[in-house]
């Protein structure tokens, strides 16, 4: 077993049974240009996550250990978008419209695809989800019981909506979850803040929350 120093308390994870998430590191969202910085965001507070979450994913695979990606995106004829998800934001840039590296988060775009320093190696799960959740309408479920994953090392972009949908749905499913502040990112800060705040609240009520180098050092 390992230990990190962690919020509300220390948290313990069984290596051999711990999965690394990385939820949507998409040009989509965190290329200058792009997408999320057309809406007006400042992409900067989603880019300082991907040096230490390089590190992170580096030593994680060093150590042997399981490493799934996830990808927000849907199909090229829209048929996996609620209409409710479809007319939300701004009317001139909505999924699917064409945006500066192609359809704004459609599937096989290059937009919708990892940002290059992160792109997953042979053999690592990305898992496609058209939802905010990393298990809603996904084979994730199906894969973490096959691989007798019980914990989950959470991290990745944006900290208030598809890290948080993930956790809360994780946690609800029996998973321990660890979500880390250096290597999750909200264009908000105070989201991010109160994102975290919110996870390690009430003794963990959605989970624990720390720093990527102490899991690395857990892991090494
Ligand atoms: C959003 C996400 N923010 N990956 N997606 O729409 O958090």
């Known amino acids: 077993m390992s230990t990190v120093d962690a919020r509300p308390g220390p948290f313990t994870f069984d290596p051999n049974h711990t999965a690394l998430i990385v939820i949507d590191m998409q040009r989509d969202f965190l290329l200058p240009g792009g997408f999320g910085e057309s809406l007006g965001n400042d992409v900067s507070q989603l880019r300082r996550t991907i040096e230490p979450l390089a590190a992170l994913i580096g030593a994680w695979r060093a150590a042997g250990l399981p490493v799934i990606h996830t ?3 849907h199909l090229p004829d829209l048929s996996d978008c609620p209409p409710a998800k479809l007319s939300r934001g701004a009317p001139s840039m909505r999924i699917g ?5 192609g359809r704004i988060l459609i599937r096989g775009e290059y937009g919708h695809d990892i940002v290059d320093e992160l792109q997953p190696i042979a053999g690592e799960m990305v898992i ?3 939802g905010k959740g990393a298990f809603y309408a996904t084979e994730l479920s199906d894969i ?3 691989s007798e994953i019980s914990s989950l090392i959470v991290t990745g972009v944006t900290t208030e909506v598809c890290v948080h949908t993930t956790v809360r749905e994780a946690n609800d499913r029996g998973y321990e979850c660890l ?3 250096d290597c999750v990112g909200s264009y908000f800060p105070e989201f991010q803040q109160v994102g975290l705040k919110m996870i390690a609240a009430q003794g963990g ?3 624990w929350v720390a720093e990527s180098p102490s899991v690395i050092a857990a892991i090494s």
């Open 71 to 73: 990808r927000e995106g």
């Open 97 to 101: 419209d064409p945006g500066a590296f």
């Open 128 to 130: 496609d989800k058209p």
């Open 144 to 146: 973490l019981e096959k």
């Open 179 to 181: 979500v880390l502040e």
């Open 205 to 207: 009520i959605f989970g």
